[in-house]
């Protein structure tokens, strides 16, 4: 880890060199492509014609709150919240119209270079935490409203703490290295040889709701890889394959489940929760049915993930078995022993394509910590699930883990006893109670 780190430094800085050669004028604004309905998006009752209730639309498709509210604040927008990286800790903005503290003395222009091109007020390259890589898509005409929204929130006075990461990302200027490496400064382009429906989906999903931010794999400096939207690891989860691979993507889920899931919280199978449960609380659950249609219609047509089940791996197997008697003595009251579940509650387990993804972080993670699903306004009481961190030893679950994973039709990789000790580690619980 250490020696990636330090490589990766110094690319940063070797790339820094070049850009600051290249790119003398940091001024990228740059029109987006001629407004055509695909670019302007309506809140479910436009009747008031407002620019203030379409920005607010926009501001949740955007989930601009998620990161711009601390999770113990009661002032939305008003900052605060760490967003964790390998490099330390990056404090989202204040963004409410605070003078002093927030974006009160910003002019809209200010404000259209930090949101799509990751400029702060004096032009310092703010961190892509921020991603104003997928935000470069948002249209003129969504940025203005957008902006005439955030001017009418509640002004905060609240200072944010200061962001200090580790040399050389302290160094604000070698983001400039970054932005050359991975930031695509274009707009959104309408595919005139696809449907106005597709368009609006690539529109969400590639800009405004930026699903690439989790779904899509970084390399070790935290740019894109080309593996769009097939699956990335979060930390503590793992964000998975959205492509409509039939193995591990959403390819066996038709639109209405896609649908179901973005607006409930949870579908025939699968229950969102941790990240995803937030992102389906604060922006996907308040989009239109239009939207999600259009949401659905885009991931269905997206390049699929190549992704191959393996074998199952046998019941004979010592560490399967020990997996079917954990499971049979505390999961079945919730899971069944077919492994179904309870419809939009208990998440199925059989035939969960989100689950067979090489990396289980949040199989493990749901199994130590417990978990509830997205609480929505269709499906308001969702589904907990109780912690098993105090009662399960690591090593049996590794083994329930590899077992939900190889049965009822499943298929996938075992999971490493030493990945759940790591993932203890990672969520701050005891390590495990000495083996009975
Ligand atoms: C995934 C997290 C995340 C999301 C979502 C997000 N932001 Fe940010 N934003 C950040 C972080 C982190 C920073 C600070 C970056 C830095 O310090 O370099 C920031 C900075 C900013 C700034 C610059 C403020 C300043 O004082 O320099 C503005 C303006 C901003 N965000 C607006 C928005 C808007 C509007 C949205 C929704 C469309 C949004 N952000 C969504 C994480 C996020
Ligand atoms: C903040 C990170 C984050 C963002 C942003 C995000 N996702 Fe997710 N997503 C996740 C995580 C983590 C999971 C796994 C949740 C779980 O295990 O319950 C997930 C699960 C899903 C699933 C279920 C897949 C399965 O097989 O169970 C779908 C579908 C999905 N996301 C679509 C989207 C779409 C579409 C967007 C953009 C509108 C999006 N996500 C934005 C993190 C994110
Ligand atoms: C009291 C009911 C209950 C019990 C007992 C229970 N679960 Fe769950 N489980 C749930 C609910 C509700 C969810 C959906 C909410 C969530 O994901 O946190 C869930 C979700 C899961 C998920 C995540 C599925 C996904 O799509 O991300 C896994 C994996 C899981 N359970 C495994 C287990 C295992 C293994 C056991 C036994 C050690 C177990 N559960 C016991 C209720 C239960």
New binding site residues.
């Given amino acids: 880890m250490k020696k990636t780190t330090i490589i990766a430094g110094v690319a940063v800085v070797a790339a820094t060199v070049a850009a600051a050669l290249l790119w003398e004028n940091g001024d990228t604004s740059s029109d987006n492509v001629a407004s055509t309905d695909v670019l302007t998006s309506q809140p479910p009752s436009a009747s008031d014609g407002g620019s203030v209730a379409r920005g607010h639309y ?2 949740v498709a ?3 709150i ?3 509210t601390a999770p113990e604040s009661k002032q939305p927008f008003s900052g605060g919240y760490s ?1 964790s990286t390998p490099f330390g800790g ?6 409410t119209p605070d003078a002093e503290t ?2 009160g003395k ?1 002019t809209e222009r200010d ?1 259209y270079r ?2 799509r091109h990751g400029k ?2 004096e032009g310092e ?3 892509p ?3 104003y890589n997928a ?1 470069v898509k ?1 249209s003129d005409k969504d940025m203005h409203d ?1 902006w005439m929204y ?1 001017r009418s929130v509640k002004p905060v006075n609240y200072k944010v703490p200061e ?1 200090n990461l580790s040399f050389p990302y302290n160094i ?1 200027l070698a983001m400039m290295g970054w932005n050359l490496l991975f930031f695509k400064n274009q707009g959104f382009q309408i595919d005139t040889a696809k449907s106005q429906i597709w368009n609006r989906g690539a529109y969400l999903v590639e800009g ?1 709701e ?1 699903c690439a ?1 989790c779904h899509t794999a970084k390399n070790i400096i935290g740019g894109d890889t080309s593996d769009y939207l097939q699956g990335s690891n979060l930390a503590e989860w793992h964000a998975p394959d959205i492509t409509p691979n039939t193995y591990t993507g959403i390819g066996r889920w038709s639109q209405d489940q896609i649908i179901d899931y973005l607006k409930l919280g949870s579908n025939h199978v699968a229950v969102a929760s941790g990240p995803m449960a937030e992102a389906v609380t604060n922006s996907t659950q308040h989009l239109t049915d239009e939207d999600l249609r259009a949401i659905a219609v885009y991931l269905k047509a997206v390049p699929a993930s190549k992704n191959k089940a393996p074998a199952a791996i046998s019941i004979s197997n010592a560490q399967m078995k020990m997996g079917e008697n954990v499971y049979s003595a505390n999961c079945t009251a919730c899971h069944n022993s077919d492994g179904k579940g309870i419809p939009n509650l208990a998440a199925s387990l059989a035939g969960n394509s989100g689950l067979m993804a090489e990396d289980a972080s949040s199989i493990i993670t749901t199994i130590l910590q417990g978990g509830r699903g997205a609480v929505t306004v269709g499906n308001p009481t969702s589904g907990a699930m109780p912690a098993f961190d105090w009662k399960l030893s690591d090593e049996q679950v590794a083994a329930v883990a590899t077992y939900l994973r190889n049965s009822w039709g499943n298929a996938a990789t075992a999971v490493p006893v030493e990945d759940v000790t790591e993932s203890r580690k990672l969520l701050k619980l005891k390590p495990q109670m000495a083996a009975h």
């Fill in positions: 926009v501001a955007g989930d601009c998620a990161c711009h967003i990056i404090y989202a903005s204040n963004i927030g974006i910003w404000f930090a949101v702060g007020k390259n703010l961190y935490a921020m991603p935000y948002i957008l955030m962001t604000r405004l930026h931010a």
